[in-house]
């Protein structure tokens, strides 16, 4: 997972802990695992948050499809969401956290 984030932004900082192979994980020691992310938050903080901030979209639509009919009708009811087709719901915003928000009342 770490590798694949690393693709998208080259700047991004990660601490791999584990290891997946298969159904199962192989990780480090917890102390180590501790030791390692630290280091990497300190190496980021000194750095600057500037560095690794991305700029936003100005705005954003979603559109979420719902294996049954009534789940997407239930989230229709959303301020500002709507109904796409019977199983999909739509919004949008130029507001993230909206966007976010959204999410969390829909798939909760």
Known sequence: ICAEARQLDDELV???VSKGIGASSVSIHPDAAVQQIRADVQKCLATGASA?????????KVELRFKHHDDA??????PGA???DASTVRFESSDYMEIM????FMLS
């Open 14 to 16: 990660t601490t791999s």
């Open 52 to 60: 690794y901030s991305n700029k936003l979209p100005e705005s954003f």
């Open 73 to 78: 009708y239930r989230g229709s009811f959303y």
């Open 82 to 84: 709507s109904l796409k």
């Open 101 to 104: 928000k959204f999410f969390l």
